[in-house]
């Protein structure tokens, strides 16, 4: 009896998730000729971030032609940037268009992903079995709502939700509205709701640098240009490219220019247009700009300003029925409360149970944080490869470019298995700990290690993110170095 090697079987693949690079994931390996591949999905809908995010204002921080993949430009975009539900519909489109949603399995998580024998078992939640040769993990970082420990939040008895879970069936007209936090979500919130709502209460535990953007909308003139000559909406992109070239350098370097530069515009945008002398040092974060996300709008200054708008900054004691008290003893009265409080981000394939080669678990290997070489490939979990991993360049680059690079790279590794050089490739430890020694030593120059608590950093305080030049970024991944890897079989 023989068993069948690379060369001459169909190899099998698993894509984890439905979302902006599982969508990418099929249509890149079936141009690459493979064609034995399944996605589950675990919802209904395909998505992600835009499938589960569909609060009041919800748009995307990057540039809508610079948020789209670079085969499939988009001509119709309404605005430079580009809201969420017109988002969600240009992957639908996508996903009609390359004929993707006839290979994905709607309503299957997968809890348990166990490499033996050479190959990968899963289980979905249906109870299905599968065997791949490689999977997948495409599920992305922003899909684990983060809900805050808040005392009485149970007794509050009016609606109330996380961000990530909307309730569309609560009126808000001539409701009193509050919003605890303070990051991207809650300030395009804010923006959406303050004029719409009897009273709007943000409840500010840590004030943001917000980086003034303009919003324009593109006119029915400028998109039939571009639909017409393919070239404008290249110039865009390239215009876009150049500037987050310079942010990108801003940031992995504390000391910079060009970040000296990006703090100018936020004070700048904080001082010419908070007009009350004690909101605006209300306003004022005591941290440098950029080391938590950085924030872009255009108008939360203006309506935070609104009449019908306060921003609270005494800490929250307790949610009650009626509202929330703060500290000061004020009971802040309210019809509807909306918990913005973020995500899980360090979770990314978790709570999936997966066991590596010899039943190796990943939540043993990512006890103290989670890590992977170039945030795709970990040690011991051998044709196992993630999108938008741990470490990755979340912070400073479109999540789109970063996953078309990342696919390209994982394809070569591919390769490797597919002309029978190997049956199993996975990072090698010594080039794992190498490069999160190396990463780590760089993440000390950046911005965000420069003495703020953010989403960045891992439970020691080092910022879990790419400390490197886009540059960098784009030579590793196009030029994969096999030394890094254990090739084995």
Not at 30 to 48: L, P, S, W
Request: aromatic share 10%; with cysteine.
């Amino acid at each position: 009896m023989t068993t069948a090697t690379a060369t001459d079987r169909d190899l099998r693949i698993v894509i984890i998730g439905a979302g902006m690079a599982g969508i990418l994931t099929a249509i890149k390996f079936r141009e690459a000729g493979y064609h034995n591949y399944v996605i589950y999905e675990k919802t209904d809908r395909i998505g992600g971030t835009w499938r589960e995010n569909t609060y009041p204002g919800i748009a995307c921080d990057v540039p809508a032609h610079m948020y789209t993949y670079s085969f499939e430009p988009n001509p119709n975009w309404t605005s430079t940037f580009a809201p969420g539900p017109e988002i969600h519909a240009y992957f639908e489109s996508v996903v009609d268009k390359y004929e993707v949603r006839e290979s994905i399995r709607f309503n299957e998580a997968v809890p348990h992903c166990e490499f033996r024998d050479g190959r990968w078992h899963l289980r979905t939640s249906t109870g299905r079995e599968d065997v791949a040769d490689f999977v997948i993990a495409a599920t992305g970082v922003l899909h684990h709502p983060k809900v805050a420990d808040i005392p009485g939040l149970d007794s509050f008895a009016g609606a109330s939700f996380h961000s990530a879970r909307w309730d569309h069936s609560v009126a808000l007209e001539g409701k009193r509205v509050g919003v605890i936090g303070t990051g991207s979500t809650a300030i395009q919130i804010t923006s959406a709701l303050v004029e719409k709502v009897a009273h709007f209460d943000l409840f500010q535990r840590t004030a943001q640098w917000i980086m003034p953007i303009d919003v324009v909308d593109y006119t029915d003139e400028e998109k039939a240009a571009f639909r017409r000559d393919p070239s404008k909406l290249e110039a865009i992109r390239k215009q876009v490219n150049d500037d987050f070239e310079i942010f990108s350098n801003a940031v992995i370097d504390a000391e910079s220019a060009e970040m000296k530069e990006v703090e100018g515009a936020c004070l700048a945008n904080l001082e010419d247009n908070v007009r009350d002398p004690e909101l605006r040092k209300q306003l004022r974060p005591d941290y440098r700009a950029g080391c938590k996300r950085l924030i872009f709008s255009g108008d939360f200054y203006d309506k935070i300003q609104h009449p019908n708008a306060d921003l609270v900054t005494s800490g929250i004691d307790a949610v009650e029925a009626g509202g929330v008290r703060t500290k000061d003893g004020v009971l802040h009265e309210l019809d509807v409360l909306v918990v913005a409080t973020g995500f899980n981000a360090e979770n990314f394939i978790r709570p999936t149970t997966v066991l590596g080669r010899d039943g190796v678990n990943l939540d043993d290997v990512w006890s103290e944080h989670p890590v992977a070489y170039l945030s795709i490939s970990i040690p011991e979990f051998p044709n196992f490869f993630m999108l938008n991993g741990p470490n990755g360049p979340v912070g400073n680059f479109s999540l789109i470019q970063i996953a078309e690079y990342q696919v390209g790279y994982i394809l070569r590794l591919m390769e490797e298995i597919r002309a029978g050089r190997c049956a199993q490739i996975s990072a090698s430890p010594e080039a794992t700990e190498n490069f999160e020694v190396e990463r780590s030593e760089a993440a000390k120059k950046s911005i965000w290690a420069t003495g703020c608590n953010s989403w960045y950093l891992d439970k020691n305080g080092v910022p879990a993110s790419w400390p490197w030049s886009r540059a960098r970024f784009f030579e590793e991944m196009t030029n994969p170095q096999l030394e890094a890897y254990d090739l084995a079989g």
